[in-house]
């Protein structure tokens, strides 16, 4: 993809000629991706979203482009990055060569090394930014097993938002997190398996949350995102998302 000055994007979508477009973006009307854009000669990608005084630019240069959205289910022991530096087998090698050749694709989000689950893999990048911004509050929802019971005390701790200890580069008094919807969905030899729904980033937050209640997760299976349930796929395998299931998760980013 070729980059673009802005003023000559603006010219082309015949918002104003070029001269019309430097004043624009002076007057502080222009933004790209929803950010005010500061010089004329910016570069800009076909990809990258203008608008003039709130209202969406339709551009003459960017060409159509074929969005994927693949839904994973990360099995523990794969990084769920898009390299790892230690070798370690990544989400991405659980994909076919000819569909990581030809796309650019990246997690959304994390699942830790010995966590397992429904992973979402795009090139949309704008998609992506906007389901892991805070201020959307996507839900994420986790299945934990651990061993023996959990006290009532325990729940109620994390329905009203516990403090963690602190860890480096967080504040002395720990991190205050959000209260977390979290219930009992059965008891079986000796395991009790728990639904957390968690609606803020912090990171081995449930492994932190448990080990602050003195509970052992014995598997950790993160089972819905947002508006996307991992079903029964089967663990190391994919599948595309459907047209339904991409506007669902752009509703919920307020797209």
Do not use: W
């Not at 002076?26 to 209202?55: C, T, W």
């Not at 059965?186 to 937050?205: A, M, S």
């Not at 459907?242 to 509703?251: C, F, S």
Request: aromatic fraction near 2%; glycine fraction near 10%; proline fraction near 7%.
């Amino acid at each position: 993809m070729e980059d673009m000055r802005l003023n000559k994007v603006l010219a082309l979508a015949g918002v104003a000629s070029r001269r019309g477009a430097d004043e624009l973006v002076f007057a502080g009307r222009v933004q790209v991706n929803g950010v005010l854009a500061e010089s004329p000669g910016l570069r800009v990608l076909p990809a990258d979203k203008i608008a003039v005084d709130g209202v969406p630019v339709t551009r003459k240069d960017a060409p159509t482009v074929t969005r994927h959205y693949i839904m994973l289910h990360k099995p523990v022991e794969v990084v769920s990055t898009a390299r790892d530096p230690q070798g370690r087998r990544t989400v991405l090698d659980l994909l076919p060569r000819a569909l990581r050749a030809n796309t650019r694709l990246y997690p959304v989000g994390r699942l830790d090394y010995f966590s397992e689950g429904l992973i979402l893999l795009t090139d949309d990048g704008d998609l992506a930014n906007r389901l892991m911004h805070p201020r959307h509050h996507v839900p994420k929802r986790y299945e934990v097993l651990v061993r023996g019971d959990v006290p009532a005390a325990a729940l109620h701790a994390m329905r009203g938002g516990m403090v963690l200890p602190a860890q480096a580069g967080e504040p002395p008094s720990g991190m205050r997190l959000q209260p977390v919807p979290a219930r009992i969905l059965g008891i079986k030899d000796g395991k009790t398996l728990l639904e957390l729904v968690l609606h803020q980033g912090v990171n081995r937050q449930i492994r932190r949350m448990c080990e602050a209640q003195a509970l052992t997760i014995l598997r950790l299976t993160r089972v819905a995102l947002g508006p996307l349930e991992l079903g029964g796929l089967e663990k190391g395998t994919f599948r595309r998302l459907t047209q339904d299931e991409v506007r669902a998760l752009q509703k919920t980013t307020g797209e």
